[in-house]
């Protein structure tokens, strides 16, 4: 008995224990929640606030893509998709429905606006009246209900019928479909499961480099809702608004885009090509104002994506031909040994136990050095680049005129060169292009040296990037100058001889000619590697023809490069047939449209102009006086410090040619009328300002008017016409 009682009183005393040990742990976790607001490491608070509070993503706006004078290539489109919500649940309120009441009005009605019929659009409506079907919140009605535009939701919207909603959708898009392609870029909606939405990312091109800063970043929406996720009646919503992405304005002219694209397309169908690249590149700035190529593709559609994904023009380096023989006549002149009239013998070249031939086979004869430009001469250039400038010094040049390095272009994906020089031979078919592989961009890069004075600068297709909502400029290019190769009258020198590469009826450039205007240029006809190794391929049409031009001769604007490579040559055509074609076409096209002055006017008289930052007010009043057929416009207070000027102090200008001139202080829009658009295009560049042109010639109208002050970033329209017109 007693030991019973022990035992139960033991077990008393364990309960009891037991029980105030309880007591005790709930009275600390009470009083630890309410001071501490945490549970098993958790803020309550924070668990009560999510468990109440709906969020919506703001989705932020992708940036602009335009072109140098803001015309869209790229931009996000809004279109919907439209749903109807079926079940009861989601009126709160009888007298504000939110689902389909009346199914035979609502599809009658949207049978206006949506490609279905009323019967098909009523039975989605009644998809719950099967009651062996588990009933449905909402409906969509497929492809039908997809890509609507914005004027066809307000027609519906109008209609206020219960129940009938839109979910907005952004697409990118691009309004030019196959239009520099490889440049623009596009981009590819990727799924991000831990967040449970789309992602849209660059893929090629500008839309890549720049991905980040084009798409944004996307805002919040948050708001209070009950345990049914009904908003509160009372509730504010936390907005965080989207931080919309970067507007990018390009150096790609639309018009100079399209010459470039109908003439390669116009090529491919007459000689199909295995592949052709284009540039146009203005020759003072280094701006890219077309790049294309063939295969390319449409950015719409992605039809022809598979072809081809890389920028030949700079994401490709092969053995450029007889292209690269500028460089190594303009090493020569540089060095003082480039004698026009001395004379040598042409045929072959002896390097070791290889032989070197001119492309001809034969050669010439006894020529001259200014023959052996004119006609294009391997063994030449051999003697030019080997026995008068040297092999080592002849390589500083080849770096000098960033032909062993990428130029450093703002797009992504750039290939480097390959120089090889190690072997006499190989320091001997580099002279004339054979052997050695650079890019398209790496050439022109280097004949920017040519056009400026011995300057060369390097080219770019970014201009401009702003803020999409402000407009407030975040980076302006200033044109780069990465090197100086050659002095000034070197440039000179090379230009004339390449000017008579084509002007001359016996030299290899004849075909390159344009009616009205003088061009310089290079042709070039470069062998392609076998594949199976050991050697390169046979046959007349197994080459890659190419010509590197600029325009005008003795003062280029523009730079143009066309390559072809393996084209389909009908007997009786040269070789470089399609190359020309291209080249002409858009080169002529070109300067026409830049109302660049047709060659004739090389005849006229011709003005140097100075530099007005050097001349007082009087000095410059008396240069406008002595030259009545120039049009001299001052911008700013007569009597202002000059603080730039287009033309540029030292270039050539003929009569009737226009001189901008800025002073500083405020400045009002001149009377625009009969300004060409190469004139407008000055005002922009030394104004900072916006233009939107309409036409192409000469100005007919303009907004603002004349008198109107000038502001940085301002916008102007002018609209254009031929002069004929």
């Known amino acids: 008995m007693n030991s019973k009682n022990k035992n139960a009183k033991f077990g008393t005393i364990v309960l009891f224990l037991l029980f105030v040990g309880i007591f005790l742990w709930l009275i600390v976790t009470f009083f630890t929640i309410q001071f501490t607001g945490r549970a098993k490491g958790e803020n309550l608070l924070a668990r009560a606030t999510n468990l109440h509070t709906q969020t919506e993503v703001i ?40 689902h389909v009441l009346n199914p035979e009005m609502t599809a009658m009605e949207l049978a206006k ?21 588990k009933a449905l919140y909402q409906v969509e009605f497929g492809s039908a209900g997809k890509g609507i535009s914005s004027i066809t939701k307000k027609n519906i919207d109008d209609l206020q019928l ?9 697409k990118r ?58 908003i509160l009646p009372n509730s504010e919503a936390e907005i965080s608004k989207p931080q919309n992405g970067i507007d990018i304005q390009t150096t790609i002219d639309k018009k100079i885009q399209i010459f470039l694209e109908e003439a390669l397309a116009a090529a491919n169908e007459k000689y199909q090509p295995v592949k052709m690249i284009g540039i146009v590149v203005d020759a003072k700035t280094g701006a890219v104002i077309a790049m294309s190529q063939r295969p390319s593709f449409d950015l719409n559609t992605k039809e022809g994506l598979e072809n081809n994904w890389h920028n030949l023009a700079i994401e490709e380096s092969f053995e450029p031909g007889s292209t690269f023989k500028i460089f190594t006549l303009a090493a020569a002149v540089n060095e003082g040994v ?23 086979g034969s050669g010439w004869g006894n020529i001259n050095y200014m023959q052996a430009v004119l006609y294009s001469s391997n063994v030449g250039f051999a003697k030019l680049g080997m026995e008068k400038v040297g092999p080592e010094k002849m390589r500083e040049y080849l770096t000098k005129f960033g032909l062993d390095e990428p130029t450093g272009i703002d797009l992504l994906g750039e290939a480097s060169s390959k120089i090889v020089y190690k072997y006499k031979a190989e320091q001997v078919t580099t002279m004339f292009g054979q052997g050695t592989a650079v890019t398209p961009i790496q050439q022109v890069q280097g004949v920017t040296a040519i056009t400026n004075e011995g300057n060369m600068v390097q080219p770019y297709v970014v201009a401009k990037i702003t803020d999409h909502d402000s407009g407030k400029v975040l980076y302006n290019h200033e044109t780069k ?12 020198t090379v230009l004339e001889c390449l000017e008579q590469v084509v002007s001359n009826d016996k030299a290899t450039g004849k075909s390159y000619r344009i009616e009205g205007y003088s061009i310089a240029g290079k042709t070039g006809t470069a062998q392609i590697p076998d594949p199976a190794g050991g050697g390169y391929l ?16 003795d003062n280029p604007e523009i730079i143009t490069y066309i390559a072809v490579q393996q084209p389909n040559i009908p007997a009786g055509e040269p070789g470089n047939a399609a190359t ?15 109302s660049i002055n047709p060659e004739d006017s090389a005849q006229m008289p011709s003005t140097t102009i100075p530099d007005f930052s050097k001349l007082s007010t009087d000095a410059i009043n008396a240069f406008k006086k002595d030259h009545p057929e120039l049009q001299t416009v001052i911008l700013g207070p007569k009597d202002g410090k000059v603080l730039n000027q287009l033309p540029l102090a030292g270039e050539k200008v003929f009569a009737g040619d226009r001189i901008i001139i800025v002073n500083e202080g405020s400045a009002v829009l001149p009377d625009l009328t009969g300004w060409s658009y190469r004139d407008v295009m000055r005002l922009e560049q030394l104004m900072h300002i916006q233009v939107d042109y309409t036409g192409n010639g000469f100005v007919t109208t303009q907004n603002p008017l004349s008198g109107t002050g000038i502001l940085p970033e301002m916008k102007l329209q002018v609209n254009l016409a031929p002069p004929e017109q």
Not at 541 to 550: A, P, V
């Open 59 to 98: 989705p932020a706006i992708r940036g602009n893509i335009l072109d140098r004078n803001g015309n869209l290539l790229a931009n996000d489109s809004t279109s919907y998709t439209l749903y109807a919500v079926l079940s009861p649940k989601a009126t709160e309120n009888p007298k504000n429905p939110r």
């Open 113 to 133: 606006y949506i490609p279905l019929t009323e019967s098909e659009i009523l039975k989605t409506l009644t998809k719950n009246n099967d009651p062996n079907q």
């Open 162 to 170: 219960p129940g009938i909603n839109f979910q907005a959708e952004t």
């Open 173 to 230: 898009f691009y309004p030019n479909g196959e239009f520099a392609s490889h440049v623009i870029g596009f981009v590819q909606p990727e799924r991000d499961e831990e967040k449970k939405k789309s992602l849209i990312t660059g893929m090629v091109g500008l839309e890549k480099k720049y991905d980040d800063q084009l798409k944004g970043i996307d805002g919040l929406k948050s708001y209070q809702t009950d345990q049914a996720r009904r």
């Open 338 to 360: 480039f004698n026009k009239e001395e004379t040598y013998l042409s045929g072959s070249y002896q390097v070791g136990n290889q032989v070197i031939h001119d492309h001809n």
């Open 481 to 492: 100058v990465v090197g100086t190769p050659i002095t000034a009258e070197t440039a000179k």
């Open 538 to 553: 046979t046959g007349g049409n197994n080459h890659i023809f190419s010509f590197l031009g600029m325009a005008p001769a």
């Open 580 to 594: 020309s074609f291209i080249f002409k076409a858009v080169m002529d096209k070109t300067l026409k449209y830049l």
